[in-house]
């Protein structure tokens, strides 16, 4: 089955995002926190603050639509796990997410697990202009 638009979503221009992905090696006990990506939608730009993340962590990409249009945020990021979508009081599960579209002045929250390293690209569909990734990076120690 093919990935399927979840709830509303983003606007956006063109910024490339890199996030470094880094697997730490260290032995630690206890829970690790979840990881968080914002991503803003602003004069049809996707801004983002990069931060290193980790592979196998709880991760939380909040996006909010600052525009006066509707955006998408779509990516094969999120195909093939489990993932969460929150947006507009609608909560939505599935493996097979493709993304979601967010209205003006909106937000969504999608959370999965960091499964996979390498170069995650997300776009609108709307406006084919808009286009960001995430470079995640798995750095062993020597």
């Given at each position: 089955m093919g990935a399927r638009k979840v709830?509303?979503?983003?606007?956006?221009?063109?910024?490339?995002?890199?996030?470094?992905?880094?697997?730490?090696?260290?032995?630690q006990g206890g829970a690790q926190a979840e990881q968080r990506i914002e991503v803003t939608i602003k004069d049809s730009t996707f801004?983002?603050?990069?931060v290193p993340l980790r592979l196998g962590v709880a991760t939380v990409i909040a996006i909010v639509n600052?525009?006066?249009?509707?955006?998408?945020?779509?990516?094969?990021?999120?195909?093939g796990i489990p993932t969460r979508v929150e947006s507009?009081?609608?909560?939505?599960?599935?493996k097979q997410i493709g993304g979601l579209f967010l209205?003006?002045?909106k937000?969504?929250?999608?959370?999965f697990t960091m499964e996979r390293p390498g170069r995650h690209e997300f776009h609108c569909s709307i406006h084919p202009n808009m286009k960001g990734e995430l470079l995640l990076l798995n750095v062993e120690a020597v």
């Open positions: 709830s509303d979503l983003l606007s956006g221009g063109r910024v490339w995002l890199a996030a470094c992905f880094v697997l730490a090696l260290c032995s801004l983002t603050k990069q600052q525009d006066q249009v509707r955006h998408d945020f779509g990516s094969t990021m999120f195909e507009g009081g609608i909560v939505s599960y599935g209205d003006a002045k937000e969504a929250v999608v959370r």
